[in-house]
């Protein structure tokens, strides 16, 4: 049997289950999808890892789901659903805005954009990346934007909305989604932990949640990391290991040598965390 990732085994599948934080973001469309009125073109942006693209696979699931009826999150049981979430529906698309960054493949959107969905209500195109693409691909894009077909939305993703022109801004709905907290990420950490019947100190959980910056993929990729790296239960020594931190008596030390103004025991010490593979600009943070 394929071996599935902690982070693909528990993406979140609806709004309602699974979605850490994002409140706001998931409030708007979860209204919009009880009241139809889905936009034509949303913008999400945030840090990487905090859930842009799990939630434009959510809205792709619900404005196609056979089953919607009174929820707006998707059923995923039907066939549209599952064939979103097995990645092989004719109607959502995932593009790389990094790989198709020019205007020929804009070009060769515009033209498919004019045909009807095959299996659904709504034909999905989900550009990740999007601030990659060249000037021209974004003036060939512009027009489709203005006018689009009533079967089409757009979903952008991007980690630096800085650099969307402000003609395509305009023409969407821009949801900004935050870092999450370390109380969020450490809660939903435990839950996972809970779930694959696997053990971890609270401490350890929250140290993660402390070093990921507040990404949620990059902290369950380093529990998933610390877990294979543990014998039994994880603790806070195993996931200081994993990440290269340097031990609390190092950084008292180096502490005791600033008060005492002493900077040779204190540059011996940064010496010492370098000789031993510590990540020194990690090292400084700490």
Request: one cysteine or more; charged letters at 25%.
């Amino acid at each position: 049997m394929e071996y599935l990732s902690l982070y693909r085994k528990w993406r979140p599948q609806s709004f309602s289950e699974g979605f850490v934080g994002q409140e706001h973001v998931v409030r708007t469309l979860r209204n919009a999808l009880l009241q139809n009125k889905v936009a034509h073109a949303y913008l999400f942006t945030g840090p990487r890892g905090t859930g842009k693209t799990s939630a434009a696979k959510i809205l792709a699931k619900a404005v196609n789901c056979t089953r919607r009826g009174e929820s707006p999150d998707p059923c995923n049981q039907c066939s549209s659903c599952q064939r979103i979430n097995d990645g092989v529906s004719l109607d959502v698309l995932e593009i790389d805005g990094a790989s198709n960054r020019g205007i020929d493949e804009v070009r060769d959107l515009r033209e498919k954009v004019k045909f009807a969905p095959v299996e659904g209500n709504f034909k999905v195109y989900i550009i990740d990346e999007v601030h990659m693409l060249t000037t021209e691909a974004f003036n060939a894009l512009l027009k489709t934007l203005e006018e689009p077909p009533p079967h089409v939305i757009f979903i952008f993703a991007t980690t630096e909305s800085h650099k969307v022109p402000a003609t395509i801004l305009s023409r969407c709905q821009k949801f900004d989604f935050k870092r999450l907290s370390m109380r969020e990420i450490s809660t939903h950490l435990a839950r996972l932990v809970a779930a694959e019947g696997l053990e971890a100190e609270e401490e350890a959980l929250r140290l993660i949640g402390q070093e990921t910056d507040g990404g949620l993929r990059d902290a369950i990729g380093l529990l998933e990391q610390g877990l294979a790296y543990a014998e039994g239960k994880l603790t806070v020594g195993d996931v200081r290991a994993v990440l290269g931190l340097a031990e609390n008596e190092m950084l008292l030390a180096l502490g005791q040598a600033a008060a005492d103004q002493d900077p040779v025991v204190g540059f011996q010490l940064i010496q010492k965390a370098g000789a031993e593979g510590k990540d020194l600009p990690l090292f400084a943070r700490q």
